[in-house]
Nanobody, 124 residues
Framework: QVQLVESGGGPVQAGGSLRLSCAASGRTFSTYMGWFRQAPGKEREFVAGIFRITGSTYYADSVKGRFTISGDNPKYTVYLQMNSLQSDDTAVYYC??????????????????WGQGTQVTVSS
């Protein structure tokens, strides 16, 4: 079992930055980690993913060039640096993990574990 705890969300003005953290505990080494977000009335959507062994990263088109996912393996923590935030980025952000092989980072059904979410609110 893996427990994931997100932190770092909050209110921010458009154009600003936030860094989200996801701390893992339990069976701590999940090979694949991802960030998803869900805005009110919308489906949960993929934001970014990382393959922790090599550090390879993947991004949704909507956040490429603005968001960066990174991992600190000794601390069992994954980060999401969000820059140039826009009102469309307002959502609850969730951390997700999968221990086995992952075929599609963007498919939320492939992840085994989820955090409770952290709210990000971008005001214009």
């Amino acid at each position: 079992q893996v427990q994931l705890v997100e932190s770092g969300g909050g209110p921010v003005q458009a154009g600003g930055s936030l860094r989200l953290s996801c701390a893992a505990s339990g069976r701590t080494f999940s090979t694949y980690m991802g960030w998803f977000r869900q805005a009110p009335g919308k489906e949960r959507e993929f934001v970014a993913g990382i393959f922790r062994i090599t550090g390879s990263t993947y991004y949704a088109d909507s956040v490429k060039g603005r968001f960066t996912i990174s991992g600190d393996n000794p601390k069992y923590t994954v980060y999401l640096q969000m820059n140039s935030l826009q009102s469309d980025d307002t959502a609850v952000y969730y951390c997700a993990a999968r221990a086995g092989r992952l075929r599609n980072y963007a498919d939320r059904n492939e992840y085994d574990y989820w955090g409770q979410g952290t709210q990000v609110t971008v005001s214009s």
